[in-house]
């Protein structure tokens, strides 16, 4: 863990419960070592993912937010992931128009017994936010609702 | 241009409608108004000129239950089709009385160059020449230096639906590769001044939310995320972040609905280019999924649907 700064910066996650869930339990029971930057929010699917979860997290203090649910055509709801797809893609079209680095939103698939790929997703994406820096100045107001 | 064919029309179309929605004259000569015509001696209020600028499609959803007759312009016209799509009306209960038109004015602008001084009269003439009395005296202007910017790339002057025309149609001389222009303009600055320039436009939003109500495709209306408690999205803070979290979501649930109408921009008082992040979303919308909306019934807003393979789709690496 040595690339990775010292100070935590925060990032959000959001799991789908049957496989990416999953995945990081693998990752876990496995004992893979994984940077502590992430917090992770379970939702039953990516589908559940409102594309505003992730604009209300990156306004209200997130550096960074990683989404991951079920690899295409292994949806627990069969096309739950086919529709977070576009919309996915809408907001990492969207976010640098905004003048906010796409970089700071990743979304990706892993399966329940991919443990080492959520290991390697995890720390490389915690390492570009670590480059990319604190999305907030401390001094700026972000105090949410 | 004169609304003469349009009461004759209108006439037939109220038979057998409850209502018929057009424009009349509001409390000066460069305002319209919407008007509701039920009874024959109402039609002669109707009026047609460049300052019919509302788009009176959108009262379509909350008349569902009724049989509804209707003024459009090309532009307005997307609306029904939208509404279409999304299953919003019973066509066969609308009947669309389309108007060409060759493109309306802004009010605020046509109130600026004229110093806001009380408006005497408005004169269109033919050749676009607009002549507008005050008591600082008559200034001319042309339309095409007081209209909205939608009608500079507008692609559709001819209603794309309609059962009546009152005019003959006209051809769109614009370029379609314009109509995002500005959007790929935007494109070519640094994320740092994309970052400063909407963050000087969304801290003027006061939020009080015209921009949502004139909003044909803001179907929610009370229900509303941005004023819901349970689940509270935004509170009544007015700081920064709350103001471009309602944008957010005006943008995000317009993804491949907004039929470019500019109503929000025409109705904020802050003067915030409230369309514009919805210009990118279309833009977008039709290079992924080559859907433009509010033109083909047809078509499945791409939210709204989803292909097993996405051509245009490619996974993003760390
Ligand atoms: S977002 Fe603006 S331009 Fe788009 S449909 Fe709504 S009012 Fe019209
Ligand atoms: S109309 Fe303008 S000021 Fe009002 S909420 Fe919309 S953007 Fe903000």
């Given amino acids: 863990m040595s690339e990775i700064a010292p100070k935590e910066l ?6 789908c419960n049957w496989c990416s869930y999953g995945g ?8 893979f070592r994984q940077p502590t930057d992430l917090r992770i929010i379970r939702v039953p699917c990516s589908g559940r993912v409102d594309p505003l979860f992730i604009v209300k997290a990156l306004l209200n203090g997130a550096d960074g937010v990683l989404v991951s649910g079920c690899h295409p055509r292994d ?3 069969t096309d739950g992931n086919f529709y977070a797809r576009r919309r996915l893609e809408m907001l990492k079209q969207l976010l640098p128009y905004l003048g906010i680095d796409e970089k700071r939103f990743h979304y990706t ?6 443990g080492q790929r959520w290991q390697k997703t995890v720390t490389d994406f915690t390492n570009q936010i670590h480059k990319l ?4 100045s401390t001094t700026e107001a972000h105090s949410g609702s | 241009m004169g609304p003469e064919k349009m009461k004759e029309i209108i006439t037939d179309v109220l038979k057998d409608v409850d209502v018929v929605i057009g424009y009349k004259q509001g409390f000066d000569k460069l305002h319209a108004t919407p008007c509701f015509i039920n009874k024959a001696e109402q039609i002669e209020e109707i009026i047609w000129s460049p300052v019919c600028v509302q788009n009176l499609a959108s009262f ?14 090309g532009c307005d016209s997307r609306t029904i089709v939208q509404y279409m799509q999304e299953g919003l009306i019973d066509r066969s209960k609308v009947v669309v009385v389309g108007i060409p038109c060759t493109g309306v004015v802004s009010v605020k602008k046509v109130l600026d160059k004229v110093n806001h001084q009380p408006i005497e009269d408005v004169v269109f003439e033919a050749d676009g020449a607009i002549l507008v009395k005050t008591p600082a005296g008559e200034t001319k202007l ?9 009608c500079s790339t507008c692609l559709y002057p001819t209603p794309v639906v309609y059962d009546h025309l009152a005019a003959e149609p006209i051809k769109s001389v614009k370029a379609p590769e314009d109509v995002y222009k500005d959007v790929e303009e935007f494109e070519g600055k640094s994320l740092e001044e994309r970052k400063v320039y909407w963050e000087k436009e969304f801290d003027r939003c006061i939020r009080c939310y015209a921009c949502r109500n004139a909003c044909p495709m803001c179907v929610c209306q009370d229900s509303c995320i941005a004023e819901s408690r349970d689940p509270h999205w935004i509170s009544q803070k007015s700081n920064l972040s709350e103001k471009f979290m309602f ?8 993804a491949g609905r907004c039929v470019e109408c500019g109503e929000c921009e025409r109705v904020c008082p802050m003067g915030i280019p409230v369309n514009a992040l919805k210009k990118k979303l279309n833009h977008d919308m039709k290079a992924l999924y080559n859907y433009e909306p509010g033109v083909n019934p047809e078509d499945k807003p791409p939210m709204y649907t989803f292909s097993v393979e996405e051509k245009k789709i490619e996974e993003h690496k760390l």
């Fill in chain 2, 60 to 73: 379509l959803p909350s008349l569902k239950a009724k049989k509804v007759g209707v003024v459009v312009k």
């Fill in chain 1, 24 to 31: 990081a339990d693998t990752a876990g029971v496995s004992r």
């Fill in chain 2, 247 to 254: 944008h957010m979501i005006h943008s995000i649930h317009l």
């Fill in chain 1, 75 to 77: 949806c627990h709801y």
């Fill in chain 1, 109 to 114: 698939w892993i399966s329940a017994s991919e």
């Fill in chain 1, 133 to 136: 820096g604190p999305l907030h």
């Fill in chain 2, 142 to 150: 042309s339309l095409a230096d007081v209209s909205p910017d939608k």
């Fill in chain 1, 10 to 15: 925060r990032i959000v996650g959001f799991l």
